[in-house]
T-cell receptor, first 116, second 114 residues
Framework: SAVISQKPSRDICQRGTSLTIQCQVD?????MFWYRQQPGQSLTLIAT?????????ESGFVIDKFPISRPNLTFSTLTVSNLSPEDSSIYLC?????????????FGPGTRLTVL | GDSVTQMEGPVTLSEEACLTI???????????LFWYVQYPGEGLQLLLK?????DKGSNKGFEATYRKETTSFHLEKGSVQVSDSAVYFC?????????????FGRGTSLIVHP
């Protein structure tokens, strides 16, 4: 299994500012994923981050709003830019289990963002 | 595209009651199926999985059987505990573009009272 940590665990931010969320994995992984989980809702995939290449964004998410870095095989950051109250959500990173190749994912504990 | 439909919650039960959370899916390929659990204030963690038709996944007293004929993967437990209170997500993973990016259901909140 993979151990994933996220920082910060929670934050309260002002409208118009930005928040950068860090995701650290205890082993090297090819693909890392960023999700948004709004209150009472399911997970929505924001983007997939491969090391050494541009992130692949899902429909409705753009790089200017959600820039992602993936400098190495154990680390990624997601920035939520120009914050508005609608960005209040839990942001989760995850990695895919490679052994067995069945699609099992390991999740970080999440970052709870509140925008005032 | 792929989709997962699970019953809406919250599901409220007394301790030791039986639990069933329904999950059905649509997929173009032959997906793997999963149940994830999210305890309050935590991230998701895998509860159980099944990778082919008729497989039964089980863990912590929970079970789910991969039913291809009914495209279902219902979660069951014979006797729930207060500690089972959490949100449960049904998911499928269908290899596409070289990666198993999963599709999640909306989640079902389970509340177990003493």
């Amino acid at each position: 299994s993979a151990v994933i940590s996220q920082k910060p665990s929670r934050d309260i931010c002002q409208r118009g500012t930005s928040l950068t969320i860090q995701c650290q994995v205890d082993s090297q992984v090819t693909m890392m994923f960023w999700y948004r989980q709004q209150p009472g809702q399911s997970l929505t995939l924001i983007a997939t981050a491969n090391q050494g290449s541009e992130a692949t964004y899902e429909s409705g998410f753009v790089i200017d709003k959600f820039p992602i870095s993936r400098p190495n095989l154990t680390f990624s950051t997601l920035t939520v830019s120009n914050l508005s109250p609608e960005d209040s959500s839990i942001y989760l990173c995850s990695v895919e289990r490679l052994a067995g190749g069945t699609g099992e994912q390991f999740f970080g504990p999440g970052t709870r963002l509140t925008v005032l | 595209g792929d989709s997962v439909t699970q019953m809406e919650g919250p599901v409220t039960l007394s301790e030791e009651a039986c639990l069933t959370i329904n999950c059905t899916y649509t997929a173009t390929g032959y997906p793997s199926l999963f149940w994830y659990v999210q305890y309050p204030g935590e991230g998701l963690q895998l509860l159980l999985k099944a990778t082919k038709a008729d497989d039964k996944g089980s863990n912590k007293g929970f079970e789910a059987t991969y039913r291809k004929e009914t495209t279902s993967f219902h979660l069951e437990k014979g006797s729930v505990q207060v500690s089972d209170s959490a949100v449960y997500f049904c998911a499928l993973s269908d290899r596409g573009g070289g990666s198993y990016i999963p599709t999640f259901g909306r989640g079902t909140s389970l509340i177990v009272h003493p």
